[in-house]
């Protein structure tokens, strides 16, 4: 049986270009025969965009596009809040790293200004960021709080390696790890 879903575990230990260690698509996404993970640079600086997935042969998948865009924090938020207001999201950030996750869905968002070499110095004073999201669609191994944690893991790796992509005129340390999610929701 073990030989028919160790697709997963046939991934290279870091996948999404050495981003994000395959132990954490492990957690999100229940064994499977096969899987593939691929990923894609399209564009820089302030035009950037990554793509990274992972799909196994039982339906599965993962997904996470970064990009560099003109959005504030307050307007990218918004987006997110829809209806729900700040009830349909959890939150963390750090040394303003924002990370989000749905609660009712299985997507994750991570916000991080980045001002991109290509930016002239007059157009500075508009909001630029690293944006992240990710998602997972077909059955999925986490639940709960697990899920999200794991999802906003997923984007926060995937967004640390957009920013050094997009040579962000601030470099900036990025932690370990986001804080943990507070709370059972």
């Known amino acids: 049986m073990q030989f028919f879903t160790k697709g997963l575990e046939h991934l290279h230990a870091k996948i999404c270009d050495g981003a994000v260690e395959r ?12 899987a593939e993970e691929g990923s894609e640079h399209r564009n820089s600086g302030d035009r950037l965009t990554y793509y990274c997935h992972v799909v196994t042969s039982s339906d599965s998948s993962l997904w996470g596009e970064a990009r ?21 999201i959890i939150r963390t950030s750090i040394d ?3 990370a989000l996750a749905q609660l009712d869905g299985e997507q994750a968002a991570v916000y991080v200004a980045c001002v991109p070499p290509a930016v ?4 500075a004073s508009e909001d ?12 999925v191994k986490a639940t709960g709080m697990a899920l999200r944690q794991a999802l906003t893991d997923f984007a926060y790796r995937l967004t640390k390696h957009a920013y050094g992509l997009a040579e962000c ?13 507070k709370g059972s929701r």
Do not use: H, M
Request: charged share 25%.
């Open 169 to 181: 005129k601030v470099p900036r340390n990025f932690p370990e790890e986001l804080p943990r999610y």
């Open 128 to 139: 630029y960021a690293v944006i992240t999201r990710v998602e997972a669609s077909g059955d």
């Open 23 to 34: 132990n954490l698509v492990v957690q999100l996404l229940p064994p499977a025969r096969s």
């Open 96 to 98: 303003g790293i924002e």
């Open 120 to 123: 002239p110095s007059y157009n």
């Open 68 to 88: 560099v865009r003109p959005v504030s924090k307050t307007d990218w938020l918004d987006g997110y809040r829809g209806s729900g207001g700040d009830n349909s």
